[in-house]
């Protein structure tokens, strides 16, 4: 008679576990993180003896996960275990009253580290910060500050401007904005594809002779554009 394991230990204290870039997690990452929200439950890498924990999790990303869940890229059942309470971050260009307070924190974070003493950031550059469009949010901002805590040989904060992106003017479209056109337009083709051959890639009726392609060629495309080609399948 098979005896029946009994948890290794149970974490009445609680916590909390911040999960960064939810979004970025394959799919059988995501199956196994479900279990452990659902149950509670997990076994070390190398253990066979389960371990309860009872904590609470903050997810975060910058992805849509309503459009990735469509897209069936991200589990609908995860996405619905964590989407409990959301918290909607506006980009840093909508909150510019918090850019002075960034600034003062990083430059003195740097500055730190660089063994560096900066007494004062100029109004120059506030101002330049203030007006920015920052398109890669805070991380653009920290990455720019750390830059220029390094090359500074002055007491006083000054970031060049030419390390800014400039704006793209009305009616020009950003390159990575056409890039994620064009791969959005792919993965639609491609799917379509899939679902008149009700998901089977090769042979005569298969989607890869529909799009006149190379099997090899379909199924690498599929990889990159995260096409699961099971979501097409019928029975």
Known sequence: MKR?????????????????????LPQ????????????????RVGGNEPI??????????NRDLTAAVRDGVFRADLFYRLN??????????DRRGDIRLLVEYFVERYAQKA???????????????????????IRELQNVIERAVILSDADVFRADSSWLTP??????????????????????????????????????????????????TLESRM???GIDRYRFKTA
């Open 115 to 137: 063994r560096k003493r900066i007494r004062s950031i100029s109004k120059e550059t506030l101002d330049l910060f203030e007006a920015y469009h920052w398109p890669g949010n």
């Open 28 to 43: 059988e990452t995501q199956v196994a993180l479900l279990r452990v929200l659902q149950e509670r439950e997990f076994e």
């Open 52 to 61: 309860v924990v009872d904590v609470r999790v903050l997810a975060a990303t």
């Open 167 to 216: 704006k793209p003017a009305d009616g020009v479209v950003p390159a990575g904005s056409l890039t994620a056109d064009l791969a959005q337009r792919e993965k639609a083709i491609i799917e379509e594809a899939l679902r008149d051959a009700h998901g089977v890639i090769g042979g005569a009726t298969g989607a890869a002779a529909k799009l006149g392609l190379p099997r090899q």
């Open 84 to 93: 409990v309470i959301p918290i909607q971050v506006p980009a840093l260009r």
């Open 4 to 24: 029946a394991r009994s948890p290794e230990r149970f974490s009445d204290a609680g916590g909390t576990i911040f999960l960064d870039e939810i979004g970025e």
């Open 223 to 225: 990889r990159k554009l």
